[in-house]
């Protein structure tokens, strides 16, 4: 079974600009959840979609959203980068509907894009 | 509120011999609790988790954790470490829909 897929996997972009992130979840997977990773904030939970409905939102501006598809892919976006923005941005799949509200899923995470902000 | 905490910044063990890697952590409620292991430029790989049952958990790659709820406590171990065990360990727990806060991860390195 194919994995996680992020792409792209690297992204140079310039302060002020946008980006588009996408992610293909593994196969019968419905929820798929975005974190951001840097060496001074470690890992930390954007949002998470389920059947193209955010049911869980981390601590982020409003720069940065996201949405699912149908087909349970999902685009993260980022607008108006800032410097602070370059980081590691990793998308997780698992199928969603665990007990306890999803608590026990095992999440399944991609490579990761590499976005780098000048 | 939940928390992970990994008191270690780096775990040095030589090829061979036993490896513990610490967790502690603070939930309200059941803790739901995991291990990844991030490899450079790599994503996150899942090890194990623990949800009820059996304090100790199995996992991938000959890697087992041991649940305390006394302790709280949710230690990563392995009886012969390899080289290639070389990585960066992450312990988290699981929050609602399909969250999960990660303590700041610990690089283990395995010397030859």
């Known amino acids: 079974k194919a994995g996680v897929t992020q792409t792209p996997r690297y992204l140079i972009k310039t302060r002020g600009q946008q980006v588009t992130l996408s992610c293909s979840p593994i196969?019968?997977?419905?929820?798929v959840s975005w974190y951001q990773q840097t060496p001074g904030q470690g890992l930390q939970f954007l949002f998470e979609?389920?059947?193209?409905?955010q049911r869980n939102k981390g601590n982020f501006p409003g720069r940065f959203s996201g949405r699912q598809f149908s087909n349970s892919r999902s685009e993260m976006n980022v607008s108006t980068l800032e410097l602070g923005d370059s980081a590691l941005y990793l998308c997780?799949?698992?199928w969603g509907t665990g007990t306890s509200g999803a608590l026990t899923d095992t999440q399944y995470f991609g490579p990761g894009t590499r976005l780098t902000v000048l | 509120a939940q928390s992970v905490a990994q008191p270690e910044d780096q775990v040095n063990v030589a090829e061979g011999n036993p490896l513990t890697v610490k967790c502690t952590y603070s939930?309200?409620?059941?803790?739901?609790l995991f291990w990844y292991v991030q490899y450079p430029n790599r994503g996150l790989q899942f090890l194990l988790k623990?949800?009820?049952?059996?304090?100790l958990v199995k996992g991938s790659y000959g890697f087992e954790a041991e649940f305390n709820k006394s302790q709280t406590s949710f230690h990563l171990k392995k009886p012969s470490a390899l080289v290639s065990d070389s990585a960066l360990y992450f312990c988290?727990?699981?929050?609602?829909?399909?969250?999960?806060?990660f303590g700041k991860g610990t690089m283990l390195l395995v010397s030859p």
């Open positions: 196969s019968g997977h419905r929820s």
């Open positions: 623990y949800i009820t049952g059996d304090n």
């Open positions: 939930v309200s409620g059941n803790p739901y």
């Open positions: 997780a799949s698992s």
């Open positions: 979609y389920f059947s193209e409905t």
């Open positions: 988290a727990s699981g929050g609602g829909y399909s969250t999960l806060t």
